[in-house]
């Protein structure tokens, strides 16, 4: 079943804490020049109004990542559709890093490369990704396709809706 990674913007208050949870999920030594897979950052409008966002991975229907890697350390996982990762077999030549558009890929003390997995470990056990659960807005969401698809016709009812009411 085919799982995302969802993100509200407008529920986001940038407060970190899905990205200390990454860090701590995945051991993250940052005190060492690592990076870590969940970045929360702030962006000012031209009004002066704020926009938080929450980032990692993006797990790309047809993932540049995936084709950049000589070595196949890189796939999509066909139940969930997660960019997952296996180094087994990296060489460090940093290719997944060129070809991914959003800069994702990390690379660990041993050379080689690292990324969001979507807390794999944790769903296989029936939680949630460690960024989810700390999510303390509800920002950031596990959800099926058919969550997804059922949330994004809500919402357009409720645009509609605002729209009849002269609202929007």
Known sequence: ????LFFQPEKCSACG???LACMDQNDTDVQQGER???HTFTLEGDKGDLHFYSVSCMHCA???CVMGCPCGCLGKD????FTLYDTTNCIGCHSCAMACPYGVP?????GKMRKCDACMERQKAGLVPACVKVCPTGALMLLTEKELKAWQIKEQQKKAEKMVAGQL
């Open 1 to 4: 079943m085919k799982k995302y």
């Open 17 to 19: 804490a899905c990205a």
């Open 36 to 38: 870590p897979f969940r």
């Open 62 to 64: 047809d993932a540049p």
């Open 78 to 81: 066909p139940d969930t559709g």
């Open 106 to 110: 990390t690379f660990g003390p041993d």
